[in-house]
């Protein structure tokens, strides 16, 4: 450990002096301080958080990830051109120690950069959040700096694959189809069938019962918040379409009704339902009562979302820098193993070629085929 250590060190002293560790902080503090100031945000607490959290975070990541690879290239391709590695490789160190010893020594600075831009997001987060308005710093603090779980209702894939055999069975002892026709009618089976799981016609209604499972434990007293989608069979005039919502433990007493509400189609929609709405098996029962003169259709896989309280902001965030974190060690090992045996420029093209190729890999495949 103490060769990994020095070797570590070395890399340090390295980026100290190439100034690189002082440049790279300016930068990321202009760019945590500077971009909120540039970029006025519509005065909501998600406008908010999305110009402090997303940009500043977006803009850390793309530095920190050019500062990575240019160091990781960089500090063993030039210690292999300048011939330095050889006043290294003599002493009583094996190879992959000196190896091993960089990128912990790239890592360790990314984590010092990182744990730096990501105190100041908070600090900053958490001052500027003081001068929303009492509404918007609610909103902020139980809907937006939270880590929420999500629950859906349970999968019907099953059913709807053994509905689609039996009616496909007995349509094929009816008639006659070609094997090409008879993968053509499956489909179209399904599709019949799936339909009336998500359809919800004029003037009647749809219930989801969703399990919350083991986090029921800890959400008495915990307000709940519904997110919804939903397509229309038919346009409205005014672009939206009205339902009522119904929710709550059946035949008692725990039960919340909403005003008609008017949502608009193909988007998302988000609001809170009243705490203690669970019941004791820890499911919430939704009824939907469709109060238009035309069908609509809540898709099964995002339909109908129940989302609350999981943790607190400050561990979500220290997640998200956790993630940021682990592309950098990503990156560090790309970059040291061009460098090892390629050249300073031709390291660092491959390597931004080979992090390309790869972030891009789906939608070449999706051109190929």
Known sequence: MQRLLAIAWLTWKAALRFRLFLVITALLLAAVVGLPILIKDDGTARGFTQILLAYTLSTITALLGLSTLWLACGTLARDIEECQIQMVAV???ARW???LG???????L???LLAISGLSIFVLLQWRSTKLSPDEQRILHNEVLISRGSAKEASVDAEIESDTERYLKERLQRTQVT???VKLLRQQIKEGIKAQYQLVPP???RRWQIDLGLAKQFLKNEPLYLRVKFNAAEKSPSGTFTGLWRVGVPDSKRIWVSEPMSLAPDTFHEFAIPANLIDDKGVVTIDFGNLNNTALIFPLDEGMEVLYREAGFGLNFVRGLGIIFCWMAVLATLGLAMASFLSFPVAALASLTALVMALFSGTMANAVA
Not at 102 to 108: A, C, D, H, P
């Open 97 to 99: 120690q000196i190896w």
């Open 91 to 93: 002493k009583p160190i």
């Open 102 to 108: 960089k990128w912990l020594g790239i890592v360790s």
């Open 110 to 112: 990314n984590a010092a």
């Open 179 to 181: 094997q090409l026709d």
């Open 203 to 205: 003037g009647m209604s």
